[in-house]
């Protein structure tokens, strides 16, 4: 149980474009999603947290209008990177939390994004 | 504030060695502790976890305990495999579970 996937596993686009990555719960109602960003070699930096139906909450220094997050229900969230630029290629990973699960987020298996 | 230090790597091993990796916290309140691995170009994966102290966490030979008075929870296995060759990450939660604190990971590298 508690499985999330992401879709694409990777993308390549050209400069300019907007992508966007969806996370799903699979078995579960995720009452909250998260967006993390991966530099290589790197930590997890949390971008955003949603909960379903309001507005994202983004951390400081992270782009509202660069980085649209859409929690249309209790299974899914998208992120959209718009005009993208070389450097958004990243590695993106979202979680979830659960009603049921205690302090744990689950963890999607990730989304490397090339931007060219 | 909440926060992770964890033991900063790289970490390189001969096969069937013993593996420690420290990890230290600051926390206000009661959080839980969790391992997470994450292997070459995936996502992560939980390992462990100890959601109070004293707790020990274990998982595929990995063990860590949930150490209050030193604000510790040290991942080790006996023996490691060429297979655990993985970034290991150490985090916390808070109580809703909606701010998870990572440290900065450990690369590990087995070698045959």
């Known amino acids: 149980g508690a499985v999330v996937s992401q879709h694409p596993s990777w993308v390549i686009c050209k400069s300019g474009t907007s992508v966007k990555i969806e996370c799903r719960s699979l078995d579960f109602q995720a009452t909250t999603m998260f967006w993390y960003r991966q530099f290589p070699k790197q930590s997890l930096m949390l971008m955003a947290t949603?909960?379903?139906?309001?507005?994202?909450?983004?951390e400081q220094g992270v782009e509202k209008d660069k980085f649209l997050i859409n929690h249309a229900s209790l299974t899914l969230s998208t992120l959209t990177v718009t005009s993208a630029h070389p450097e958004d290629s990243s590695f993106y990973i979202c979680?979830?939390?659960?009603?049921?699960?205690?302090?744990?987020?689950?963890f999607g298996p990730g989304t490397r994004l090339t931007v060219l | 504030g909440n926060s992770v230090t964890q033991m900063e790597g790289p970490v390189t091993l001969s096969e069937e060695a013993f593996l420690t990796i420290n990890c230290t916290y600051t926390a206000t309140g009661y959080p839980s502790l969790f391992w997470y691995v994450q292997y070459p170009g995936e996502g992560l994966q939980l390992l462990l976890k100890a959601t109070k102290a004293d707790d020990k966490g274990s998982n595929k030979g990995f063990e860590a305990t949930y150490r209050k008075e030193t604000t510790s929870f040290h991942l080790e296995k006996g023996s490691v495999q060429v297979s655990d060759s993985a970034v290991y990450f150490c985090a916390l939660s808070t109580i809703t579970g909606n701010q998870f604190y990572f440290g900065t990971g450990t690369s590990l590298t087995v070698i045959p």
């Open positions: 979680s979830a939390t659960a009603e049921s699960s205690y302090n744990e987020q689950f």
């Open positions: 949603s909960n379903e139906g309001s507005k994202a909450t983004y």
